[in-house]
């Protein structure tokens, strides 16, 4: 168990400041980042996996609608008010709001990422708008809550396995940004037809995202003994 907690804790230690007050747990096991980047994370890999079935697999390719864009910007904006009124010592916050900003920002940049890899890693794609209908988006924006749900009063029932999901969440979400930008690479550009042909990208994509995950804990751990040393 002291293993996996501290693989778990390393998966964020570079990603978050991982504060145990503004952070959930599972198991007896703190997630590995805070509430409001558990939101982000999981939000992403929802977001992307709620679009793919919207969209009954035609891999749109174009960005969101302007709808989708005005309530994408809402989204992040409230997690944007909320952390910076929070800073300035306007008003104090709460793990539940964190956790549902996250998860509405976590929504728009899936709806971000999701066309990008489309258009990079898919040999055949549609040129339709991601969201481009009200009623995919009324759905799409209806997911958020029963995220929320899900995260909030869900996943802790579930024990150690919590913490787990949202360090896979972590992975997923960096492997698909890395997936796009692997997939701008002759031999990966829109060469797959299928999943089974996409695996090579997508393994060297993940092979980034725990690199990416490792260099930032060293990162981290320079910085930390760096500030002690000039505090002492």
Not at 159 to 172: E, H, Q, R
Not at 174 to 193: G, H, S
Request: with cysteine; aromatic share 10%.
């Amino acid at each position: 168990m002291q293993v996996l907690q501290g693989f778990l804790h390393w998966t964020g230690y570079g990603l978050c400041h991982q504060m145990p007050q503004r952070s959930f747990f599972g198991g007896g096991i703190q997630v590995p980042v805070c509430a409001r980047d558990t939101g982000i994370y999981v939000g992403v890999v929802l977001s992307m996996l709620l679009i793919s079935v919207l969209h009954r697999g035609s891999r749109p390719r174009g960005m969101p609608s302007p709808a989708a864009w005005i309530a994408m910007a809402l989204m992040v904006g409230s997690m944007a008010l909320d952390g910076v009124t929070e800073y300035v010592g306007i008003r104090a916050t709460t793990n539940e709001l964190r956790l549902i900003t996250g998860l509405l920002t976590g929504f728009a940049i899936g709806a971000l990422v999701t066309p990008m890899i489309n258009d990079e890693l898919w040999r055949t794609s549609s040129r339709e708008r991601v969201l481009n209908t009200p009623w995919k988006l009324a759905l799409w924006l209806a997911a958020v809550p029963i995220a929320y749900a899900v995260v909030y009063w869900g996943l802790p029932l579930l024990g150690v396995l919590y913490p787990i999901l949202v360090a896979l969440a972590i992975v997923g979400t960096l492997t698909a940004v890395n997936l796009v930008m692997v997939c701008t690479l002759p031999p990966f550009e829109r060469r797959a037809e299928r999943l089974t042909q996409a695996w090579a990208p997508i393994l060297a994509a993940m092979a980034v995202a725990f690199f990416e995950i490792w260099v930032s804990g060293l990162l981290r751990s320079a910085l930390v003994v760096l500030v002690e040393r000039l505090g002492g």
